[in-house]
């Protein structure tokens, strides 16, 4: 009962800072939605704000686990498997934008705790880029190459694929963007 209490805030914070923003999100809304008490949050969490970084750090790790290391654990094909990663549509909310860049943007000049977490945070996603990118040069499916650099590109391109389908409301952009990105991959085949 009491980790349905924290998941059900943790999900109910998450929802609402990717919606409204952290200064946007209300609190009444997280309980209400969460369907606890003011109390009940008190017995987790500190304040909003603590209840706000757990919930970012824990629902966007969820993500990056559900996302890449899903594609670290097959045996072989791993950039195919990362390119129809970045082709599923579904994964993504083109409305809202990318999670990262929205707290990023909202938050890292207001908030020395908020930009800490979030550098951790796209660290680890280009982290997680560049394992699947290792991982298939281990396996001999790809050419050597500074897998670091090649994480930041492809991480660069990606975002600013998504924020081009935010901004022009045409998820189309975004395909577009990821097929050429998925083209220039693919060419590290061997």
């Known amino acids: ?3 349905n209490t924290r998941d059900n805030l943790i999900n109910s914070a998450f929802e609402e800072i990717f919606t409204n923003g952290y200064q946007g999100a209300s609190l009444t809304t997280i309980l ?3 369907k606890v008490h003011k109390g009940s ?7 909003k704000k603590e209840l706000a970084l757990v919930s970012i750090k824990e629902k966007i790790y969820e993500k990056f686990a559900i996302r890449y290391n899903t594609i670290l654990q ?4 791993y950039l195919e498997a990362f390119v129809a ?4 549509i579904t994964q993504r909310d083109f409305n809202l934008g990318c999670p990262i860049a929205s ?3 909202e938050m890292s000049n207001l908030d020395e705790d908020f930009k800490a977490l979030m550098q951790q945070i796209y660290q680890s996603f280009r982290k997680n880029i560049k394992d699947i990118l290792d991982k298939a040069i ?3 499916e790809m050419k050597e190459c500074d897998t670091s650099k090649l994480a930041l590109y492809i991480v660069s391109i990606l975002e600013g694929a998504i924020l081009s389908a935010k901004a022009s409301g045409d998820v189309q ?3 577009e963007v990821i097929e050429m990105l998925s083209t220039f991959i693919l060419s590290y085949r061997l």
Request: hydrophobic share 35%.
């Open 74 to 77: 097959l045996d072989s094909n």
């Open 32 to 34: 209400k939605n969460a």
């Open 85 to 88: 990663s970045l082709k599923d």
């Open 1 to 3: 009962m009491e980790r």
């Open 103 to 105: 707290v990023i943007q």
């Open 173 to 175: 952009d975004y395909v």
């Open 138 to 140: 281990e396996k001999k």
């Open 41 to 47: 949050m008190y017995h987790f969490f500190a304040n």
